[in-house]
C-alpha cells in the first residue's frame, strides 16, 4: 500500500511564473518519458515478479517516480500563475487555460493525453528491466532539452535534481540486469544460423558484422551489488 | 526510397487456418511490440541521424522489420482462412470477422488500434538505441509466448525465424552502442550527489546499493567491430 | 511524496484461479470506473487546491485508491494463475496471455489502453467533488456487476470491501462539498431566464418542469462534519 | 428519430473572426466538457432506460446539447473567419488551417481527437445521473473560462446563453435523481463496517469524519416536481 | 437545431436475445463504418458549406445516420437481453457485462472505443463527397458481413434497411459530386508532367500506365438531377 | 519484402530553417491524410488481394507512399534546423523541441499521435479502391492548404511534386475500379425499394431525388487501360 507524506521529496521553487515553460515541463508530467509513465511502468511490473529483491527495487523506484510526479506538478502548478490569458501563450498546450483552470493536466507538452501505451511489461524480467533503463535514459534527454529551454534557477535546480535521479536509476537497474541475466529471454541467445546473419536491405553501405551473437550484458557499475546484499 | 519486391524475406507456411491463432499473432503486426512498431521506430530514428555507419544500420533493420511485418501478416491471412465465424471465435479480436473481411489488421491481439504511441525517438543516439535493444527483447518474448501457444508447424518455423531474427538485431545495436558509447545523454554522469542516493521508498527491503554511478557500457559480444569496418 | 508499504491495505485471497475472471476484473484496474482512474483524479485535482482540509481529505482517498488498486492489480495476478492457454480464454483480453506474460495491465476488460481522458480537472472544487462523487458510485455499479459474475469467496471479500469503500469515499465528498457549496462555480445560479427554460425537443412526453434553478446541495449525510473538524 | 431544422436554437453572432479564440472555443465543440460529449453522453444513456419519464428528459437534453453543438461550430466557422494564417496563430490548434480548411473539427482546444473515452453510461440511473449533474458543472466551468478570455460580444452573448443552459439542465438532472432515489446503485448503502472507516493516508492532517455513510440525497430544488407530472 | 421523435425512422425487432451477435452489432454503432461516424462527419462537413443545396443532402443524410444509428442501438439493446453471463460469451467485447449494464456503447466489436480520427473533413466539397461515397460504400460491405453471421429474421431486416440506405446515400453523393465537380480540388488536374509518371516500385509486375490523368467523374446514375431541382 | 535505397525518390531543398512550418508539415507525416495513412493504408490492404494486377497496384503506391513519407520527413527534418527555442514557437507542436530532439515524429500539426484509426481495409475491392481515391483525394488538399502557407521555393517545389503525385494516384486508382466495377459490393444495387428512397429530414429544402440508384461508375480516364496490358 501507498502512504503519502505532505512534503515534498525535494522543495521545488520558481523564480516567476511562466505559463510557457509550464506547457512545456508538461511533457514530463503526462508525456511518454515523463513522471506518471516511468511510475506506473515499474509498479505494473512489480506486481508480478518473484525475486523479492528485484521486486523491492522496483517498488522503491516506483515511489520515487510518483514523488517525481508530484515536484513536476507542482512546478507546473506554480509556472502557471494566477493570470489566465490563453491568447499569449506561443506554445501548443492551452488545456490549462480552458479546460483545467490552471491545473496541472495528464498530458505532454502538446496536450495529447498520457496513454498506457507507453507502459511496457512483459513479464520477463530481462525484458522489462532493459526497458526500464531505456526508460530512464529517455527521461534524462527530455529533462536535458527541458533545462536548455529556460534560465530560471528554481525550475533549473529541480530538473537538475531529476535528471540526476534519472541516472541513479539507471545504474540501478544495470546492477538488477547483472542479477538475473541469464534467465528468461536472455536464454538459448544466438544458438541459431538465423540469429547471426546481417540483411544489408539499406544501400549504398554497410559497416557492421554479426558473428557471435552473445546476450545483453552489461559492463559493471557497482561491483560490491554482484551478491546480493542480504 | 524503398522498393518492393513480391517474394517474402522467407517464406512462410501454415498447415491449417486458425482464426483463433490469427487473432493472437495480430499482437505482432500491430501490437506494441510488434514488427510495424520497430519498422517504424527505427526509420522514424534515423531520419536526423548524422552518423552514417549508425544510421545505414537503422536503416538496414527498418527495412527489414517492414519484410517481418508482411511475413506475419502473411500467416495472419493464411490462418483466417476462408470460413468467417465470429461466433466460433474464443478470443478477444472479432475486428477480422466484422469489419476487414479477414483482412490482417493494425491491431493488436485485443483490437486495440495501433498507435505511435509506441514509438521512442529521441534524438539522442544512446537513447535511442538503448530504446532499439529494449524492443528487441521485448519482441523476443512475444514471440516465446506465441510460440508456446501454437503446434502448427509452419507458424511455428516463422515464428522460430522471427524470434531469432530479433536476437540478431539486438546484438547489431549493442555494437552501435558501443560506438557512441562516450557521447550525448552518456555524459557527464553520476558526477552529482543526487545520482548516488538511494531512497528506500517500499519497506522493507534494501538489496541494492549506488556508490559509483556510470553511463551504460555492454559487454562486447563481436569485438571485431570495435573498430568501424569501412 | 508517497511511501510503499509491502503488505496490502487488505489481504487478498482467491479460491482458484480464473483466467477469464482476471480479464473482466482487469476493468477495476484500467478501466474508466476503476482504481487507477480514481487516483490519478484525485491526485491530479489535489495540485492546485488551496483549502488544506479539502486537499487532505483527497490526497487521502487518492492514496486509498493507490492501494486498493494494488488489491485488484494482486487479484487478478492470482487469478491468472500459471497456465497460459489464450485458446481456452472466452472474454476479449487475450493480451496477458501474449504480451504481458499473465502480468495484470492497464487496460480495461476489452484491451482498450488506459488513457487519462478518463480523468476529469476543472479546478473548480464544485465541479471536481461533484465528479468524484460520480466516479466512486459508477465504480460501485461496476463492482456489483463484476460481484454477480463470480462465485469464488475469496474475490467476493475483496469486491465487497471495495465496493463499501467506493460508499464511504462518495459520503466523505459529500461533505466536502457542504463545506465549499457557496463557492465557484456555484455562484450566480439560476439568476437569468435562460436557466428557466425547459426545451421539450423529445416527444411525445414532458414530465418535468423547471421554475427555480438553484445550485447544488446535498443532504447532509453527516451533520457533526459541518464545521471543520480542527 | 432526429429531425433537423436549418434555424439555430438559438442565434449567433460575432463581432469579429477571431482564428486564436475560434481554437479555444473549440473545446466546448470537441473536447471532453464539451457539447458533443454531453449529446452522446445522454443519448447512449437512454437507450437502456425503461423509466418513460427520465428517458424523456434524457432525449430532450440530448437533442437540446446537439443543438448547443451546433451554435458552437458555427460560431468556430465564424470566428476562423476566411484567411488562412497558421503562422500568426498563437494557440495550439492549426489543425483548422492545414487540413480542415478552416472548417470547426471534433477536437478539443489543442487538436485532441474527440473520444468516447469521455462519456460515461452504466445502465444504472443513479449512477448516469450524477455523471451527467457532474458534467453540467464542469461544462458550465470551461464556459466561465472561455467567457473571461473574450471580449467579443456576440461570442459572449452565446456563451453566456450556453452556460445558463448548462444550469437548468443540472437542476433538472436532480429533479429526476430525487425522483429515482431509492433505487439501483442507491440502495443498501452504509451497512457494513468497511463503509464507515477513514483511512488517514496523507499526513499529517485529518479533517473529516465518517460516521453515517448514506446514499446521495440532494435538498430539492424544485418541490413542485416531487410528484411526476403525468 | 435538432428535434427527437421517440418513434424510430422504423421498427426492429428480434427473434431472441445474443449478446454475442450484440457485441458484433457494436460495430456499426461505435465502429469506423458505422452509423455515429457516419452522422458526425456529416455534419461536421456541413458546418462550413456555403452551397445551400449540398447543405442541405449534407444534413438530411446527416440527421438520417442519427436515426440509423438509434435503430442499431435499439438492436443492440434488445439483443443484451436480461441475462448478465460474461463467462459464456465468445466474442471480444465484454464491456456490456462488466461496464455499461447491458447499455450499448460507443465502442466497435472489440471494445475499442469510439474516435474522431475515424471523421474525415477537408472544407474541400470535392474531397469530402469523395470521402462519403467511400463511407457509404464501407458501411454496406459491413452490414454484409453483419448478415451473413445471423440468421435471426428479425436483425436482418433491420440490416437489410440499412444496407439499402448506404446505397440510396451512396448514389446521391454521387449527384451532389456530379453537380460540384469542376470546382475546389478538382481544378488544375494533371496538367503537370510529375502527374503523369508511373513509378513500378513493386516487382516483378507492372499492369497500368497513365497518360491522361483527369479529374474525378461519374457516371450519372440519376440524369434528372443534372439540374437542380429549384 | 522492402529495400531500401539511400538517395530519395526526388531531392528535397529549403531555402531556410523554419520550426513553424516544420511543425505544419508534419500534417502530412503523422496527420490523417498524411503519406504513412496512405502507405499504410495500401499495404493493409493489398495482403489479401488475389486480382495480381490490383495487388500490384497498391504495392507500387504503398512503395511510393513510403518514399514519400521519406522526402516530407527529410524535410521537416531540414526545418526545423539547429536551433530548439521552444518558446518562440507560434504553432501547436511543440514536441520535436521537448521530446524527439527536433527529430520529425509521428504525429500531425498538433502534436496528435498517429493512430491505425486513419486506415480503411474492408477486405472489398469496391469499398477499398474508393476509400483510396477519397484519400488522395484530401492529401492533396492538405497539401493546397500547407502550400499557402510558406513561400519558401524549395519546400513549395516538394509539395508541388507531391500534389501531383496524389492526382497520378487517385487516376490510377480510378482504373483500377473500372476493371473490378461489377464486384464485390458493387452487386445487386438499388434493386429494392428502400434503396430508392429520400428522406427529408432536415428543412426547409429539398433539391435532390433519386429514382434509379445504380452502382458507382467512373468516366475513363485512360481508355487504354480499359483492357488488363498483360
Ligand atoms: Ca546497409
Ligand atoms: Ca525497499
Ligand atoms: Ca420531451
Ligand atoms: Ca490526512
Ligand atoms: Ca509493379
Ligand atoms: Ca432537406
Same mark, same amino acid.
Given at each position: 500500500?501507498?502512504?503519502?507524506?505532505?512534503?515534498?521529496?525535494?522543495?521545488?521553487?520558481?523564480?516567476?511564473?511562466?505559463?510557457?515553460?509550464?506547457?512545456?515541463?508538461?511533457?514530463?508530467?503526462?508525456?511518454?518519458?515523463?513522471?506518471?509513465?516511468?511510475?506506473?511502468?515499474?509498479?505494473?511490473?512489480?506486481?508480478? &515478479?518473484? #525475486?523479492?529483491?528485484?521486486?523491492?527495487?522496483?517498488?522503491? &523506484?516506483? /515511489?520515487?517516480?510518483?514523488?517525481?510526479?508530484?515536484?513536476?506538478? $507542482?512546478?507546473?502548478?506554480?509556472?502557471?500563475?494566477?493570470?489566465?490569458?490563453?491568447?499569449?501563450?506561443?506554445?501548443?498546450?492551452?488545456? %490549462?487555460?480552458?479546460?483545467?483552470?490552471?491545473?496541472?493536466?495528464?498530458?505532454?507538452?502538446?496536450?495529447?493525453?498520457?496513454?498506457? %501505451?507507453?507502459?511496457?511489461?512483459?513479464?520477463? @524480467? /530481462?525484458?522489462?528491466?532493459?526497458?526500464? &533503463?531505456?526508460?530512464?535514459? =529517455?527521461?534524462?534527454?527530455?529533462?536535458?532539452?527541458?533545462?536548455?529551454?529556460?534560465? #530560471?534557477?528554481?525550475?533549473?535546480? $529541480?530538473? #537538475?535534481?531529476?535528471?540526476? =535521479?534519472?541516472?541513479?536509476?539507471?545504474?540501478?537497474?544495470?546492477?538488477?540486469?547483472?542479477? &538475473?541475466?541469464? $534467465?528468461?529471454?536472455?536464454?538459448?541467445?544466438?544458438?541459431?544460423?538465423?540469429?547471426? @546473419?546481417?540483411?544489408? @536491405?539499406?544501400?549504398?553501405?554497410?559497416?557492421?558484422?554479426?558473428?557471435?551473437?552473445?546476450? $545483453?550484458?552489461?559492463?559493471?557499475?557497482?561491483?560490491?551489488?554482484? =551478491?546480493?546484499?542480504?
Amino acid at each position: 500500500m501507498f502512504k503519502h507524506e505532505k512534503h515534498l521529496l525535494q522543495e521545488v521553487k520558481i523564480d516567476a511564473p511562466n505559463p510557457n515553460y509550464a506547457a512545456m515541463l508538461q511533457e514530463q508530467l503526462g508525456g511518454p518519458q515523463g513522471e506518471l509513465k516511468a511510475a506506473l511502468q515499474y509498479l505494473s511490473q512489480s506486481f508480478r &515478479i518473484n #525475486d523479492h529483491e528485484i521486486k523491492d527495487l522496483f517498488l522503491d &523506484i516506483a /515511489a520515487e517516480e510518483l514523488a517525481h510526479m508530484e515536484m513536476v506538478a $507542482t512546478t507546473v502548478n506554480m509556472l502557471n500563475g494566477h493570470t489566465p490569458d490563453a491568447n499569449r501563450a506561443t506554445v501548443g498546450n492551452v488545456q %490549462a487555460h480552458v479546460l483545467s483552470g490552471l491545473s496541472p493536466m495528464l498530458t505532454n507538452a502538446s496536450g495529447q493525453l498520457w496513454t498506457a %501505451a507507453y507502459v511496457n511489461c512483459t513479464g520477463d @524480467l /530481462a525484458a522489462d528491466i532493459l526497458s526500464n &533503463i531505456a526508460a530512464e535514459q =529517455r527521461a534524462k534527454v527530455v529533462y536535458e532539452y527541458l533545462h536548455r529551454q529556460i534560465n #530560471d534557477k528554481g525550475v533549473r535546480d $529541480t530538473i #537538475d535534481f531529476l535528471l540526476n =535521479r534519472e541516472e541513479a536509476h539507471n545504474s540501478l537497474f544495470r546492477e538488477a540486469f547483472n542479477r &538475473i541475466q541469464d $534467465t528468461g529471454s536472455q536464454k538459448d541467445w544466438g544458438v541459431t544460423e538465423d540469429s547471426k @546473419l546481417y540483411f544489408n @536491405l539499406s544501400t549504398p553501405g554497410k559497416y557492421f558484422d554479426l558473428n557471435n551473437p552473445k546476450p $545483453t550484458s552489461f559492463n559493471n557499475p557497482n561491483p560490491q551489488n554482484d =551478491r546480493p546484499m542480504n
